[in-house]
């Protein structure tokens, strides 16, 4: 199986802030990653796929760059809308596998 | 555009059984695979069970394995999570999701609840 990890766990930061977050996977898996922002009680809003296509909607402040095994998501100037847990997501083979999130808050 | 509805969530006891449904409706049901991904309270997501377009091909997280079945109805654009032998740790939140030329769409989820 292919393990995802992503750091930091957490992170604390101020509006306008550029933030990155960082994913990677155990095994190269192409850019078959995928990017995934959720808050308290509501379902993921996926951000970004391909590990830097952004989708369609979402604001071009958040993106994604990377291949193979390491691969970041970058938020250019934080907003308070911003402050949630964010997911990556390899869909390279099964079984299918995220990482462990990424929680920003509030400085 | 895309909508994904579950539906049959509920409170059960450990060993029961509860059936998930998902109404799909927005894009050729048929074409692509579905998957049902769960997160547990104050957890992370889990990925549970995916199935091809045709309905050939099936694919179960390990702790899933030989007790739950998915399946789906593409004459009725639905998808369905049978659960068997629920265990505690079955508690979640699931949500049916699919992914369409990369991009991934998820309902709102349905609420599973195994406590006695």
């Known amino acids: 199986d292919i393990q995802m990890t992503q750091s930091p766990s957490s992170l604390s930061a101020s509006v306008g802030d550029r933030v990155t977050i960082t994913c990677r996977a155990s095994?190269?898996?192409?850019?078959?990653l995928a990017w995934y922002q959720q808050k308290p009680g509501k379902a993921p809003k996926s951000l970004i796929y391909g590990a830097s296509r952004v989708q369609s909607g979402v604001p071009s402040k958040f993106s994604g760059s990377g291949s193979g095994t390491d691969f970041t998501l970058t938020i250019s100037s934080l907003q308070p809308e911003d402050f949630a847990t964010y997911y990556c997501q390899q869909y390279a083979t099964y079984p299918l596998t995220f990482g462990p999130g990424t929680t920003v808050d509030i400085k | 555009e895309v909508r994904l509805l579950e539906s049959g969530g509920n409170l059960v006891q450990p060993g029961g059984s509860l059936r998930l449904s998902c109404a799909a409706s927005?894009?050729?049901?048929?074409?692509?695979?579905m998957t049902w991904v769960r997160q547990a309270p104050g957890k992370g997501l889990e990925w549970v069970s995916t199935i091809s377009g045709s309905g050939a091909r099936t694919y179960y997280a390990d702790s899933v394995k030989g007790r739950f079945t998915i399946s789906r109805d593409n004459s009725k654009n639905r998808l369905d999570l049978q659960m068997n032998s629920l265990r505690a740790e079955d508690t979640a939140v699931y949500y049916c999701t699919n992914r369409i030329v990369g991009v991934s769409y998820w309902g709102q989820g349905t609420l599973v609840i195994v406590s006695s």
């Open positions: 095994q190269g898996i192409g850019n078959n």
């Open positions: 927005g894009f050729t049901f048929s074409t692509y695979e």
